[in-house]
């Protein structure tokens, strides 16, 4: 079996026929993480391999997938900020962390393994999920070093690269594109599964804060934060929702969950008729046109298609921008913070931050590092920072301003300007925004190019699945080579399984995603 382009159903009908076993399987991604991850390219998507892969595989070797395992056998790999209670690190990518692992395993982890998947390793990622510093570049971590972009690797002279993996589950993207995993677990807070899945044409779902469980994620926001699968198809994604998505006593947010039984069952190549889609694009009122007025002319050619598509698929396409207040954010949302980042063309310059990451970050990571974290000295976010000062060359590269910025608050989440930009987002993004843009036409639906409407959509915790649609070429003025770019339909909460029957409809009629050149079989 080829398995480096194989989806999850290919890889579970070769478990069940006896075609390949566990252990095969978890060998040849070994295998190609060594050829293409750290050698050949050195595409460094994976952080750091799991010691006891095989002998797990092994113990799976001859049990046939079930309803009880339906992932029995498939080796997935993990973000690094989510916990695993094995001998493998969890760190986020940071130097200060590299000691530590976890007392237990993350409820996602559990799930996992639960189903029969094997815990093939961690992936590489943005550190901290790119709350560290201001202008990180996406898939850089002190500890992994930087991921690169499969379809344009190439780096700058300073090392950083010119086409970005996205971030910050650049590793999770990167190794389902290369084929370095069956599947793999990626974190978001705002974009950071959208944005690499788009960078790597994969297939990801941002799910509604709650429908999976964040206990022992390394935290951003509580806020916002959610784990997500990251596949080559659409159906893989349903797959693993089914899995993950879990009521969890250790997470408050899953209380209120709703789901579907099975996701699979809302999976239809007709899915996409008589569906109302928003595309917010009125060049008629260019301050508004904020999402599709900034790309390029190819990556519009790109939208343009997928539009096509999906009225030809029979959806009805409503054109109209979301209003102002939707996007534009609301009063008192933003902090300011100085970009000491001198390789970032705003060094030394008043940068804005989210009010809500940086307060709700000391209050969550601190928590983390007292319930979940053994092995490492770091108890907070002072610990993190002091550790950084005395390594300025291996650990501050890009600095840690959001850290700073984060240890100035109370870390009780009592502030009163933390307390109204919460509010505000709610008001602005929810209910002046999305609520008010899909009531005013009727959508079921918004599509959003690549990782654009991230913001908008995460403030709200509401769901995102993303499709690759075509490829595009180009960043900063250089020519590259051509790489992916997705699609993305956003919706409210809990509606997960109807942004998947759309993206399976216009996957299944497209068919767009392709693997990066370089990484042939082996």
Do not use: C
């Amino acid at each position: 079996m080829k398995v480096e382009n194989a989806s999850l159903e290919d890889l579970l009908e070769g478990l069940t026929s006896g075609e390949i076993a566990a252990t095969e399987l978890t060998k040849a991604y070994i295998a190609r993480i060594k050829a293409y991850d750290q050698g050949g390219p050195k595409i460094n998507s994976v952080r750091e391999v799991n010691p006891d892969a095989l002998s797990i595989a092994a113990k799976l070797d001859g049990v046939k997938p079930t309803k009880s395992k339906p992932l029995a056998g498939l080796p997935i790999l993990i973000k690094d900020n989510i916990a695993s209670g094995d001998r493998q690190h969890t760190t986020a990518g940071s130097l200060a962390l590299a000691d530590a692992y976890a007392k237990k395993d993350a409820t996602v982890t559990a799930r996992l393994r639960k189903a029969g998947a094997i815990i093939l390793g961690k992936a590489n990622l943005t550190e901290f999920a790119n709350i560290l510093a201001v202008g990180m570049p996406a898939g850089y971590s002190s500890l992994g070093g930087q991921v690169k972009n499969a379809f344009a690797p190439d780096q700058d002279e300073n090392r950083i690269p010119i086409v970005h993996p996205g971030g910050s589950s650049a590793g999770s993207g990167v190794a389902v594109a290369i084929g370095a995993a069956a599947a793999t677990i990626g974190t978001e807070t705002s974009g950071s599964l959208l944005s690499p899945a788009t960078q790597s044409g994969v297939v990801t779902v941002k799910p509604t804060v709650g429908l999976i469980s964040r206990a022992g994620i390394l935290p951003i926001s509580h806020s916002q934060d959610t784990a997500g699968p990251m596949t080559r198809t659409v159906r893989d994604s349903a797959l693993l929702l089914n899995v993950l998505a879990t009521v969890d006593p250790l997470d408050k947010a899953t209380a209120r969950q709703k789901r579907p039984k099975d996701y699979l069952d809302h999976l239809d190549k007709d899915g996409l008729k008589g569906a109302r889609i928003g595309v917010p694009s009125d060049p008629s009122d260019p301050g508004n046109d904020v999402y599709y007025s900034p790309l390029s002319p190819r990556a519009k050619e790109v939208m343009s298609r997928t539009i096509e598509a999906l009225q030809d698929l029979g959806a009805t396409i409503i054109r109209a921008n979301i209003p102002t207040a939707g996007w534009i954010g609301g009063a008192g949302t933003e902090i300011a913070v100085l970009n000491r980042n001198h390789f970032s063309p705003t060094y030394n310059q008043v940068q804005r931050a989210p009010i809500v990451f940086v307060y709700e970050l000391k209050n969550g990571l601190e928590a983390y590092l007292k319930k979940w974290a053994k092995g490492t000295a770091m108890k907070t976010i002072d610990d993190i920072i002091a550790f950084n000062r005395e390594r300025p060359v291996e650990a501050l590269r890009f600095g840690q301003d959001l850290f700073l910025a984060a240890a100035e608050t109370r870390g009780d989440l009592s502030e009163p300007e933390y307390k109204s930009a919460r509010r505000m987002d709610l008001k602005h993004a929810k209910t002046l925004g999305l609520d008010a843009y899909m009531d005013m036409h009727k959508l079921d639906a918004v599509l959003f190019p690549a990782n654009a409407g991230a913001g908008i959509a995460a403030k709200p915790g509401y769901p995102s699945v993303q499709v690759p649609a075509g490829f595009i070429a180009g960043m900063g003025g250089k020519d590259t080579p051509d790489y992916p770019l997705g699609a993305t339909f956003a919706g409210r909460a809990w509606s997960e399984a109807k942004l998947l029957r759309f993206a399976y409809a216009f996957e299944q009629a497209t068919h767009a995603r392709r693997m990066p050149p370089g990484v042939p079989a082996l």
